[in-house]
C-alpha cells in the first residue's frame, strides 16, 4: 500500500518545474510551518478500501493527497499572489499524475475528491487527491503466493 509513496515523489520530482521540492510525509515531520521549503509538493498517503476480497486476494484502492504548497507575502491578506503562484505549477502536478500507471498498480491514478485548499500567513496549499488500485495478495505458510496481475477475477466479475 504505502510503497507507492517513493514512485509518486519520484514521478512529481521528475516533472515538476526546476526549483520546486517534493517531500514525502516523513519529510515534513516536525519541521515548523514557516521553516518550509517553497513551492513544493507533499506525498500524504491518506488511507485505503477495500474494493473486493476473496481469500488471500483483495484488491484495495490507495488514497493519495498530493498538496501544492507556495508563499507568497504579496498580498497576504487576499491571497491573490500565493493563488497566481500556484496556477503557474498546478498543471504540471496534474499533468505528472493524471493517466499514469505506477508499477503495481492495475489501474492508472484517477483523480479524486480531495479537501478544501488551505491558506495561512501568505502560505497557499493547494491538494490534489488521488486514488491508486492495487493487488494485495497474502502468504500461505509463510511462503508467497505468485499471482499474475492478468489473471486476477473476482467472483462476479464481468468477463
Known amino acids: 500500500m504505502v510503497s507507492l509513496e517513493p514512485v509518486i515523489v519520484a514521478r512529481i520530482a521528475e516533472n515538476m518545474p526546476k526549483g520546486v521540492k517534493v517531500f514525502s510525509a516523513a519529510d515534513l ?13 507533499h506525498v500524504i498517503y491518506d488511507g485505503y478500501r477495500v474494493v473486493q476480497a476473496d481469500g488471500a486476494v483483495a484488491e484495495i484502492e ?3 493527497l498530493t498538496v501544492l ?21 498546478i498543471s504540471s502536478l496534474y499533468g505528472s499524475l493524471a493517466g499514469w500507471l505506477p508499477s503495481g498498480c492495475v489501474r492508472e491514478l484517477e483523480l479524486a475528491n480531495a479537501p478544501r485548499p488551505g491558506f495561512d500567513a501568505g ?3 493547494l491538494p490534489l487527491a488521488w486514488n491508486a488500485r492495487q493487488v494485495l495478495v497474502g502468504s500461505v505458510a509463510g511462503e508467497e503466493v505468485e499471482v499474475p496481475l492478468q489473471t486476477v477475477t473476482f467472483k462476479g466479475d464481468v468477463e
Not at 499572489?81 to 505549477?89: F, M, T, V
Open 62 to 64: 490507495t488514497s493519495w
Open 69 to 89: 504548497a507556495v508563499r507568497n507575502a504579496r498580498a497576504q491578506k487576499t491571497g491573490s499572489a500565493a493563488r497566481e503562484d500556484a496556477a503557474k505549477l
Open 29 to 41: 515531520a516536525g519541521v515548523r510551518e514557516a521553516a518550509q521549503h517553497t513551492p513544493a509538493v
Open 123 to 125: 502560505f497557499l496549499y
